[in-house]
């Protein structure tokens, strides 16, 4: 896992993106934050177990759905199974260490 700083590889309105195997924050200041480090390695993880192209797709595909089902991006975004997960732990630094495969779906 790399991280890398660059205010113009995130979107607009928000601090980082995880693109196997980078963490892209868009504020130098930001890579001392441990809590979104910790949400972006989630996601690094998540990735990793769908074979990175897999994770994409079911994110794209989900949010779609629940797009189509809150009619609100906010909220959609929020729904997605990978970010529910990121949000619900993103304050345990050692999730990662005893996270179950595929642990995601518990957010369905």
Excluded: D
């Amino acid at each position: 896992m790399f991280i890398v700083t660059s205010q113009y590889l995130i979107p607009r309105g928000y601090a980082s993106i995880a693109i196997f195997p980078f963490i892209i924050i868009g504020r130098s200041g930001q890579r001392q934050n441990k809590v979104l480090i910790n949400h972006e390695r989630i996601h690094i993880r998540q990735q990793m177990e769908l074979l990175v192209v897999g994770f994409f797709i079911w994110y794209g595909f989900e949010y779609l759905i629940r797009l189509c089902r809150f009619r609100n991006h906010q909220e959609a975004y929020k729904k997605i199974s990978f970010e529910a997960e990121a949000y619900a732990n993103e304050h345990h630094p050692g999730f990662l260490q005893h996270r179950n495969f595929w642990n995601f779906i518990k957010y369905l």
